[in-house]
């Protein structure tokens, strides 16, 4: 089997991750944002792949998007397993943080939805410190039924980037549902504006060097261990994919 080049794809139960490194994907979005095109970015872990098996309508949403991303290290091990190793993982969050500093390098906007009112808020403070440059179209928490207001905001500040933090699948529903509001970056983000706020805190680097945040944030919070149980299921069902097409 000839090795996989950056860039291409790796489908993984039928999701389509790009095979690529964070500093080759985060270019690609660069000069997107740059040619304001819109664009839609996933990152994905197994409790993602596996909830779009379950769920048609979801799963179609995640292969409309521009680009799915590996974001857990189960997705790295699935693509090991099929014989496709990835190119790297590339982390939501560290996508996030990088995306911010770049936007503030170079003048850019974002608009954020997501967490607790008191968690946004904080992050409104903590994105002003850090990020000096980059300007803060608007932001809202993530507990909204009707969401026509923030559309219509996202519709009149027209930010570079907007940043989702509900948590799957309400954070992609929202973003395939409203990102012709803008001609803008659109990425679903999961629990990060609480962990750049500190409000929840990350693995230390040595954690992420041994691909364990899982387990810290398991430890750190016993009830995700019952999450935990997806895994196995996961890898058994890339493995069935794999000598499927064998």
């Known amino acids: 089997m000839t090795e996989q080049s950056p860039n291409e794809q790796i489908s993984i139960l039928d999701i389509p991750f790009e095979n690529t490194d964070m500093a080759s994907f985060e270019g690609r979005l660069q000069q997107r944002i740059n040619d304001h095109a819109n664009t839609f970015v996933v990152t994905a872990n197994p409790e993602i792949v596996m909830y779009a098996r379950e769920h048609r309508l979801y799963k179609q949403l995640l292969t409309s998007a521009d680009f799915v991303v590996a974001d857990g290290i189960g997705i790295v091990l699935g693509a090991k397993l099929l014989k496709q190793p990835l190119a790297e993982r590339i982390t939501g969050y560290d996508l996030f943080t990088q995306l911010l500093s770049w936007g503030s390098d170079n003048l850019k906007s974002a608009y954020f939805v997501g967490a607790k009112t008191e968690v946004i808020n904080q992050l409104k403070q903590v994105v002003h410190e ?56 659109w990425m679903g983000l999961g629990g990060s504006f609480d962990v750049l706020t500190g409000t929840v805190k990350r693995a230390p680097q040595s954690w992420q060097d041994m691909h364990l945040e899982w387990l810290y944030r398991a430890l750190k919070e016993p009830s995700r261990f019952s999450r935990l149980a997806i895994l196995p299921k996961y890898l058994l069902a890339v493995t069935k994919q794999r000598f499927t097409k064998s």
Do not use: C, S, W
Not at 154 to 159: L, Q, S, Y
Not at 164 to 179: C, H, L, M, S, W
């Open 130 to 185: 850090k990020y000096p440059g980059l300007t803060i179209a608007g932001t809202h928490n993530g507990y909204f039924g009707d969401d026509r207001n923030i559309v219509a905001d996202i519709e009149r500040t027209h930010p570079d980037m907007v940043f989702v933090a509900t948590g799957y699948p309400k954070q992609e529903e929202f973003i395939a549902k409203n990102r012709h509001a803008a001609d803008a970056l």
